[in-house]
């Protein structure tokens, strides 16, 4: 069982099944499935599935003032997941919220993330609770910033989950990038060929591990210890459904095998199985493979 410290946005989600788009004006909808609402966000998704797997997570984030811990303690005990919520802070004037509408394999999100991005987290308490960890989790929010000194400091590896690498955010996620010595990385709104990408990033923020997922086509994997970059094509374990939240999912996964074996390659097969059985469900905190799925799929499929 791994050690990880997990930083991120916890949010309510709304995922929305639309027929196409642009999405055609109508004043009225109603139909079953439609829509799906639950507890979401990069962070509390990651926190859940490396929980799920097995791990030893202390999460880290902050909610509305008027929302209790007991409310995330709540929806994580009728799923079944006994994450801690005491590093959850109540200091937000109010909760991040996020609708996506989603169809065939393509979605639109809108975000309001209140005042998260000016917010400060505990500084002592993100430092008392790094100290025994095997892995740091981040997103590249204003309120993780502290982490990456910290995980210098204190000699931890820094995972950071930076999704999207369009060009006009590129300046504000440099310390993120250049502090990384795990990477995941989106291609859904790349403005470059994906391995142009991580070349780039290669020879700008030389990270230890590049995690790119590319969609339907699987992911994309650089070591830097070999120097490889390997493309992993998709698995299919599960009818598609749903793809909002596979790329957190899979990241997810591959840390748990990562600091449990050291083997990137394998880790990233796992990593795969985890998140094709994951689409196959609504909602970024659905759908979790166990270990011992993992192993059987893989006997499966590579074996």
């Given amino acids: 069982m791994g050690k990880f410290m997990v930083a991120g946005f916890v949010q309510y989600e709304t995922i929305v099944k639309v027929e196409e788009f642009p999405v055609p004006y109508r004043q009225f909808e109603s139909s079953r499935d439609l829509i799906y609402t639950d507890m979401g966000g990069t962070g509390f998704d990651e926190?859940?599935?490396?929980?799920?797997?097995?791990?030893?997570?202390?999460?880290?984030?902050?909610?509305?003032?008027?929302?209790?811990?007991?409310?995330?303690?709540?929806?994580?005990?009728i799923n079944n997941v006994d994450l801690k919520t005491d590093y959850v802070l109540p200091t937000l004037d109010g909760m991040p919220t996020s609708v996506v509408l989603y169809c065939k394999g393509q979605k639109q999100t809108f975000e309001d993330v209140k005042d998260i991005r000016t917010a400060e987290y505990d500084y002592d308490l993100f430092e008392s609770q790094i100290k025994d960890k095997d892995m740091v989790l981040i997103s590249n929010c204003n309120f993780c910033r502290p982490l990456i000194?910290?995980?210098?400091?204190?000699?931890?590896?820094?995972?950071?989950?930076?999704?999207?690498?369009?060009?006009?955010?590129?300046?504000?996620?440099?310390?993120?990038?250049?502090?990384?010595?795990?990477?995941?990385?989106?291609?859904?709104?790349?403005?470059?060929?994906?391995?142009?990408?991580?070349?780039?990033?290669?020879?700008k923020y030389n990270p230890q591990?590049?995690?790119?997922?590319?969609?339907?086509?699987?992911?994309?994997?650089?070591?830097?210890?070999?120097?490889?970059?390997?493309?992993?094509?998709?698995?299919?374990?599960?009818?598609?459904?749903?793809?909002?939240?596979?790329?957190?999912?899979?990241?997810?996964?591959?840390?748990?095998?990562?600091?449990?074996?050291?083997?990137?390659?394998?880790?990233?097969k796992n990593a795969l199985l985890f998140a094709s059985y994951k689409i196959g469900f609504v909602g970024t905190t659905n759908g979790f493979m166990t270990e011992e799925q993992i192993e059987q799929w893989k006997k499966l499929i590579w074996q």
């Avoid at 709104?189 to 142009?196: C, F, K, Q, T």
């Avoid at 590049?210 to 493309?231: F, Q």
């Avoid at 998709?234 to 598609?240: C, D, L, M």
């Fill in 209 to 268: 591990i590049m995690v790119m997922g590319i969609g339907a086509r699987g992911v994309i994997l650089y070591t830097r210890e070999d120097n490889s970059v390997l493309e992993y094509k998709s698995v299919k374990t599960n009818e598609v459904v749903n793809t909002v939240g596979a790329g957190n999912a899979l990241f997810s996964a591959f840390l748990h095998y990562y600091v449990k074996t050291g083997d990137a390659k394998e880790s990233i």
């Fill in 47 to 77: 926190a859940m599935a490396l929980r799920w797997l097995g791990n030893d997570v202390d999460f880290m984030s902050m909610v509305a003032r008027n929302m209790s811990n007991r409310q995330i303690a709540a929806y994580l005990h």
């Fill in 149 to 203: 000194g910290l995980a210098q400091k204190y000699n931890k590896p820094l995972a950071v989950n930076v999704r999207s690498m369009r060009a006009e955010k590129i300046e504000q996620k440099k310390d993120f990038l250049s502090a990384a010595d795990i990477l995941y990385i989106s291609d859904d709104d790349l403005d470059s060929d994906p391995y142009d990408c991580i070349n780039e990033c290669r020879e």
